[in-house]
């Protein structure tokens, strides 16, 4: 039955998870591009050795340009993203209304994103003449409104997700499109290998220029080092520099999940959650069981599964190769590209989830690994050589 489908969702409100599709394609295409532009030939930095004294400092001497489509692309998502929100509210408004608004009580509907609870009921009064009984000072939907506002989050309202969608998409419609530049997140040496994401430094939340030191030691010391960089995005009129994907994400999650359940129910989000996305490029008949058809899992979702499949993949080729006569460089990289982003992350997983459990568990996930590809290679099973 297709009232079973977001059976909280009225049909008034259908056109906002196809909004909410779009913003996920949006997305889907800045990571596109970001796997792209991470995983370029040449690499993201370019770097030299400059002798200063005793020591010598790896120093940054060239960075890839990053594609303007990238921050175009991230602009219209979060436009997109506030449309989901303003959209959702005009409709719920002229349904309690009871009839279409007139141009001035249309005007008046909106979506403020007020960092004190006096600027919020400044915005109230301010409208008051011209908003229709359904946002009026009292109101059930003003009540939902007032609930999403960021002066909720006691501890920098600021970073509340509705003051910086507000924040984005005032500046990309007005001013410009996202500011977007290299950052660096962390540096792990060979030596010092993290064994997991918790004990990682990172490193701070400014972009990286030509001519910034990453690194010194004392000269005849070299110490190999894995570079982790990224693109951030820069939180207009601050000096805040997020990864780009990372605040994407979160604004699209806080807009599907939190936001339109809300604005509609006026109540905590129901466990039926909107897809991130579904078919929108052709016409539905039915377009509840093309929801219905759609899926949970994320642009964002994706594209770190594929980043983080192609740095495993890398990774393991690296530590499998010299543990067996029977394998080869190529055929390793034929072996992991038959299997899916997914089942390369979870055996990386595996491994370091095997460092804390001591050498014996680790050795039987190597052991495991080399058998897979012996096998994908026609050799069948063999043993990994340790030392």
């Given at each position: 039955?297709?009232?079973?489908?977001?059976?909280?969702?009225?049909?008034r409100?259908?056109?906002v998870v196809?909004t909410?599709?779009?913003?996920?394609e949006?997305?889907?295409?800045?990571g596109?591009?970001?796997?792209d532009?991470?995983t370029?030939p040449?690499g993201?930095?370019e770097?030299?050795?400059?002798v200063?004294?005793a020591?010598?400092?790896?120093?940054?001497?060239?960075?890839?340009?990053?594609?303007?489509k990238?921050?175009?692309l991230a602009?219209d998502?979060l436009?997109a993203l506030?449309a989901a929100?303003?959209?959702?509210?005009?409709?719920?408004?002229?349904f309690?209304?009871?009839?279409?608004?007139?141009e001035k009580?249309?005007?008046s509907?909106?979506?403020?994103a007020a960092?004190?609870?006096?600027?919020?009921?400044?915005?109230?009064?301010n409208r008051?003449?011209?908003?229709?009984?359904?946002?009026?000072k009292?109101s059930e939907?003003?009540?939902r409104v007032?609930g999403?506002?960021?002066?909720?989050?006691?501890?920098?309202?600021?970073?509340?997700?509705?003051?910086?969608?507000?924040?984005?998409?005032?500046?990309?419609?007005?001013r410009?499109p996202?500011v977007?530049?290299?950052?660096?997140?962390?540096?792990?040496?060979?030596d010092e290998?993290?064994?997991?994401r918790?004990n990682?430094r990172?490193?701070?939340?400014?972009p990286?220029?030509?001519?910034?030191?990453?690194a010194?030691?004392p000269?005849?010391q070299h110490?190999?080092?894995a570079l982790?960089p990224?693109v951030?995005?820069n939180?207009p009129?601050?000096?805040q520099?997020?990864i780009l994907?990372?605040e994407?994400a979160?604004l699209?999650s806080?807009?599907r999940?939190q936001?339109?359940?809300?604005?509609v129910t006026g109540e905590?989000p129901?466990?039926?959650?909107?897809?991130?996305?579904?078919e929108?490029?052709v016409?539905?008949?039915?377009?509840?069981?093309a929801i219905?058809?759609g899926?949970?899992i994320?642009?964002?979702?994706?594209?770190?599964?594929?980043?983080?499949?192609m740095?495993?993949?890398g990774?393991?080729?690296?530590l499998?190769?010299?543990l067996?006569?029977?394998?080869t460089?190529?055929?390793l990289?034929?072996w992991?590209e038959?299997?899916?982003?997914?089942?390369?992350v979870?055996?990386?997983?595996q491994?370091?989830e095997?460092?804390?459990?001591?050498?014996?568990g680790?050795q039987?996930?190597?052991?495991?690994?080399?058998?897979d590809a012996?096998?994908h290679?026609?050799?069948?099973?063999v043993s990994?050589e340790?030392a």
């Open positions: 039955m297709t009232g079973d489908i977001l059976p909280w969702l009225p049909d409100h259908l056109g196809s909410l599709a779009h913003a996920d949006l997305i889907a295409q800045v596109d591009l970001l796997f532009y991470m370029q040449n993201v930095i770097l030299k050795e400059v200063r004294g020591y010598s400092e790896t120093t940054v001497v060239g960075l890839a340009p990053i594609a303007r990238i921050p175009l602009a998502a436009v506030r929100i303003e959209h959702t509210l005009f409709a719920e408004a002229e309690l209304s009871g009839t279409a608004l007139d009580a249309a005007r509907i909106e979506m403020p960092l004190s609870y006096d600027k919020y009921a400044e915005w109230v009064r008051q003449r011209y908003a229709p009984a359904a946002m009026a009292g939907l003003l009540r007032e999403l506002q960021p002066f909720h989050r006691n501890i920098r309202p600021e970073l509340h997700p509705m003051a910086r969608l507000a924040l984005h998409t005032n500046h990309a419609k007005h410009t996202a977007t530049a290299v950052r660096l997140v962390t540096i792990v040496r060979d290998i993290p064994l997991s918790h990682v990172l490193e701070p939340e400014v990286l220029r030509v001519g910034d030191v990453i010194r030691t000269l005849g110490v190999p080092v982790f990224t951030g995005a939180r009129g601050t000096d520099w997020p994907m990372h994407l979160e699209a806080w807009v999940e936001a339109v359940p809300r604005l905590d129901p466990p039926e959650r909107i897809p991130a996305r579904y929108i490029t016409a539905h008949a039915n377009e509840r069981e219905a058809r899926s949970l994320t642009a964002a979702e994706r594209t770190k599964v594929r980043l983080g499949a740095s495993a993949r990774s393991l080729i690296e499998l190769l010299p067996s006569a029977e394998l460089r190529s055929g990289e034929s992991l038959s299997v899916s982003d997914h089942e390369v979870e055996w990386a997983s491994l370091k095997s460092l804390i459990e001591g050498p014996a680790t039987a996930v190597i052991d495991r690994l080399v058998d012996a096998r290679l026609g050799s069948g099973p990994s340790t």
